[in-house]
């Protein structure tokens, strides 16, 4: 089956400060999601983007499907940011998604 | 409107016993998924509803996992003979089909910990 891989595993960053979350995945897909997971569990959508670059706000995310990655910007992190950000695909005739592993953000004040 | 729910939102069993899952789609999604999530790791699939079928069940682990949705509503994740490995969060998700429909909502979950 399709590969999901982020990086990095872990990033610590002082308020205010930016980054760039990467995911890679080993063959095309028909659906690519960002999703923030809160400290309660709870899987937040953030952005639906198979292809192209989408903003919301201080996030923004690009994917380069003829490359297979993914990019999620945060700028201007505040504390509320801190939590797993999990990129999930979904490739060929399967409809489920496969997930990264993540990356575990922590902003500190 | 409403999103996904899950009901319990936590569930304590012991070794051996039968538990069902509950997770209610949101309105008018046509696809469900149940995910199973342990403990630092991201969610993996175990079964997709198109409607009232079970158009892929290939993540279910083994025979005493089992899920239904026989009014292509709600649907029910039955676990039989749970085992101490079983213990771990348990989310449904729901979408609609084509493009950007193919968005998938998560529910809350469900912490199973079976003793």
């Known amino acids: 089956g399709i590969q999901v891989e982020q990086s990095p595993p872990d990033l610590i960053l002082q308020e205010g400060a930016n980054s760039t979350l990467r995911c890679n995945f080993s063959?095309?897909?028909?659906?690519l999601q960002w999703f923030h997971q809160n400290p309660w569990g709870q899987l937040i959508n953030l952005f639906y983007?198979?292809?192209g670059t989408k903003q919301n706000g201080r996030l923004s995310a690009t994917t380069v499907a003829t490359e297979r990655y993914s990019l999620l910007y945060i700028s201007s992190s505040q504390t509320t940011d801190s939590g797993v950000y999990f990129c999930?695909?979904?490739?060929?005739?399967?409809?489920?998604?496969?997930f990264g592993s993540g990356t575990q953000l922590t902003v500190l004040p | 409107g409403a999103g996904v729910s899950q009901t319990p939102s936590n569930k304590v069993t012991e070794k051996g016993k039968y538990v069902e899952l509950r997770c209610d789609p949101i309105?008018?999604?046509?696809?469900l998924y149940w995910y199973r999530q342990s403990l630092g790791q991201g969610p993996e699939f175990l079964i997709y509803?198109?409607?009232?079928?079970?158009?892929?069940d290939s993540g279910l682990p083994n025979d005493r996992f089992f899920a239904v949705r026989p009014e292509g509503s709600v649907s029910t994740l039955k676990i039989q003979r749970t085992e101490r490995g079983d213990s771990a969060v348990y989310l449904c998700?729901?979408?609609?089909?084509?493009?950007?429909?193919?968005?998938?909502?998560f529910g809350p979950g469900t912490r199973l910990t079976v003793l």
């Open positions: 998700a729901s979408s609609l089909i084509g493009g950007q429909a193919d968005t998938q909502y």
């Open positions: 063959d095309s897909v028909n659906n």
């Open positions: 983007i198979p292809s």
């Open positions: 999930a695909v979904e490739g060929g005739s399967a409809r489920q998604l496969t």
């Open positions: 309105s008018g999604h046509t696809a």
């Open positions: 509803f198109q409607g009232t079928g079970a158009a892929d």
